[in-house]
């Protein structure tokens, strides 16, 4: 199902593929063996399978099946906690908006070759991955994601939210009507990306059991299983970590950045080209970890908060964790689960 690509990705979408093909009595055995696969493989809960593995499983199940919706299919059958840690970090968050970037941040316990971006617009805020391949034959993986990523917020939150629209960045598809069905919105072609957009509102919205203190545990569980599956893209794994950093010394600097991962200014640019993303992005992107992790301090006040992050005055703060959260730092202080 998906693109070949490095890394890993878990085989949770294998599992649910097989078990919702078994039961409509197809012959997932030879499916199976196909892919050099075997049913108690796919039992184990951390299998972990290559790229190229998952592809070639989900092409036979395609050929046989003649269902064009099937990866929506098989990801409405998933069933609940399904992606574990990851999808109990979205059960717990505040908002549905931190649902979702909880999963765009651990993304790679999933998938470590795959990378989410939220995008915050002045009307909306888009989610999906930040770079995806051409090849037409690698579209269901990204339906698949999609209708993964947001099936699962909307159980584990308890919330009945939906998108004002998905787009995807192919040719319209025959099975469009079943599209807007699973996600409840119109389905838009052609698009410059393959995005899920929410309004501000619903990316606000409470969730139903938000639990700050099981949150931070899971959280650091998390982080945990990120350092042993991380990103397969390790330039950008390294810029963020070096940006994480950076902040103890001062706003990060592209020339300086460079440096530190041993390349110019210009190539360190181009690769993030390459890769879908800016440096202005992935220090927006930082500077939000770093704030999120420093307003768990109750200690330092929101002026410290302010200078630890690159802003000259408090007012600059309060606008960006608006901008990030939709809500101020004060009441993400009230509200420990950031």
């Avoid at 998906?2 to 039961?23: E, F, W």
């Avoid at 199976?32 to 070639?56: K, V, Y």
């Avoid at 059960?91 to 971006?117: Q, R």
């Avoid at 350092?227 to 902040?247: G, M, R, T, V």
């Amino acid at each position: 199902m998906l693109q070949p690509m490095s890394g890993t990705v878990l085989a949770v979408s294998c599992r649910a593929l097989i078990a919702y093909a078994a039961a409509r009595n197809q012959p997932t055995e030879q499916w199976l063996q196909s892919a050099g696969l075997t049913a108690e493989q796919l039992q184990d809960p951390d299998a972990r399978l290559e790229p190229t593995t998952i592809f070639t499983l989900w092409r036979k199940a395609y050929l046989a099946s003649n269902d064009p919706a099937l990866a929506l299919h098989v990801a409405e059958q998933l069933p609940r906690g399904a992606y574990r840690a990851v999808e109990y970090l979205a059960a717990h968050a505040p908002t549905v908006g931190n649902a979702y970037a909880k999963i765009a941040d651990y993304f790679s316990v999933i998938d470590a070759t795959t990378e989410l971006a939220i995008d915050v617009e002045a009307d909306h805020v888009r989610f999906g991955p930040r770079r995806a391949s051409s090849d037409p034959s690698s579209y269901p993986a990204i339906e698949y994601m999609l209708a993964a990523c947001h099936l699962r917020v909307r159980d584990m939150t308890g919330t009945d939210h939906r998108p004002i629209g998905v787009d995807f960045a192919t040719v319209p598809q025959q099975h469009s009507q079943e599209i807007e069905r699973v996600f409840g919105c119109p389905v838009h072609w052609n698009a410059d990306a393959h995005r899920l957009r929410f309004t501000h509102a619903v990316w606000q919205q409470p969730t139903a059991h938000p639990d700050p203190d099981l949150l931070t545990v899971l959280e650091d569980h998390a982080r945990i299983l990120r350092e042993k599956h991380p990103s397969s893209n390790s330039l950008l794994q390294s810029l963020d970590q070096i940006l994480e950093l950076a902040w103890e010394s001062g706003e990060p600097t592209l020339d300086a950045s460079a440096r530190r991962l041993g390349m110019s200014s210009r190539s360190l640019q181009r690769r993030l080209r390459e890769e879908g993303s800016a440096f202005s992005e992935r220090v927006d992107d930082a500077r939000r970890r770093a704030t999120l992790r420093w307003l768990r301090c109750p200690e330092i006040s929101l002026a410290d908060v302010a200078y630890l992050v690159g802003f000259k005055e408090q007012a600059s703060l309060t606008r960006a964790v608006q901008r990030w959260t939709g809500l101020t730092p004060k009441a993400i202080r009230r509200n420990s689960s950031y």
